[in-house]
C-alpha cells in the first residue's frame, strides 16, 4: 500500500489531522500490525514451538537461535533482560520464529514476531508484530461467537480491519499500534481462531470502511441496548457515520438487552473512598443529572453526607467495573440500603451493535448493507482500489 497518502489539507477545521507525508513522518505499513499483548509485567513466559532467531532490539545483531525455546520466565532486571538464568545485557529483543513455528507468551499461541522491551521501571512490554489478516484471525473469533451469521461476521471482520488500520495510522509515532484486550480490539491470537470467523477475515481481505474519502475509526460493541451513541463520548469525533442515533431493537435476543444491577450504599462509599474521589460519608442518593441524546448517563452526582461528587458515565462504570455496570444507559432506583440499576445494553453504545448485526444477517442483509445501517453513509472499499489516492485520517481522543 505503498501509494496510499495521509494528507493533513482539506479536513475540517474541527478534525485533527493525523500527521502524513506533509510532516515527513514515515507510512506505516498496512500489511502488519503492533499489538500490545502485554503491559507493564515484572515477568513473562515465553515458549517457542518450532526454530526461531532471537535479535539484539537496537542494533540487529544477532543473540541467539535454536530448533525450539523450552518454557522460560523471562524478566527486566537492572543488567538488561534475563531469560530464566541467563542474564542479556540488551533493552530489547526481537524474536523471529521460522515459518511454522509458533510463539506461545503467558500461554496464549502467537502468529509473527514478539519483541520484548525492559522499561525503565524492570516491567516489560511485550509487542507482537503481526501480519493484519492474521491479526484479524485472532480479532473476530475472539469478538463475535463462531455461529453467528456469515455476514454478521463479514460485517465484524470488515469494521475490526477499518479499525485496526486507523489506529496503524494515528500511532504511527507510538511503540505499538493497538492493545490486545478489551479496551482496544479483543485478540486472541492463533490459539482463539476459529474455521467461520477465519473465513469472515479471508473473504473480506483488504475490505475497509471509509466516509467519502475519510478513514474514521469504526467504533463498535456487544449491544446497543435500543439506540447507538454519538462518538463524541469517545473523543473529539464528529463525522455522520458516527453520530450516533441509530434505533436498533435488533439486539434485542442479547442476553444483555436488559440487566439489572443493585449497588448497595456501602458498596458505593466504600468504591469512592477507595478512589481519588475520596469518602463522601454515608451515601445519599445519586442521580443522573445529565443524558446524552440517546439517554445514557453522561454526568452522575453521587451525594454523601459530606460533599456531592460528579462523575462521567464512563467514569462511573470505570468505578465499579465495565462488567459490572455494562452499559451507560440505565436508570437508577433508589431503595432504603441501595440502588437498583435497570440498564440496557454492554458496551458504550458508539458504531456497530454486534448483536443487532447478527439479526440483520439472520433477515437477509449482507455484510456492506448492516455496516451502512450502524455508519451511514458509508462506502465499503478495497485498500487495492485506495492505492495511490489520498485519503484524510481524522482525528481525535482515542
Ligand atoms: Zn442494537
Redesign the pocket.
Known sequence: MKGLQLLAASCAAVLVCATGTAAGAAQPSLDSIRVAVVKDDPQVTLQIFGRFRMFALQTGHPVQEGPRLQSVAVRGVPQGLALGEQVLPLFGVRIEPARDAAINVNGRRLRGALEIVRQKDLTLLVINHVALEDYLRGVVSKEAPDYWPSEALKAIAIAARTYAIYQRFTKASDPYDVSGNVMSQDYGGRASEKLTTTRAVQATAGLVVLYGQQMFPTFYHS??????EHARVMGSYDLPPLRGG?S????AA?PF?SWQRRLSKADVAWALHQSPYGSLGPIQSIQVTQRTASGRAQEIAVTGALRTVRLTGYDFRALFGFDQIRSPLFTIVPLADSFILEGH?WGHGVGL?Q??AAELARRGFSATEILSFYYPHVNVLSLRELSGKSINVIGGTP
Open positions: 449491544t446497543c441496548g435500543g439506540m447507538t441509530v436498533c431493537t435488533l439486539c442479547s438487552f445494553g451493535c448483536w443487532g
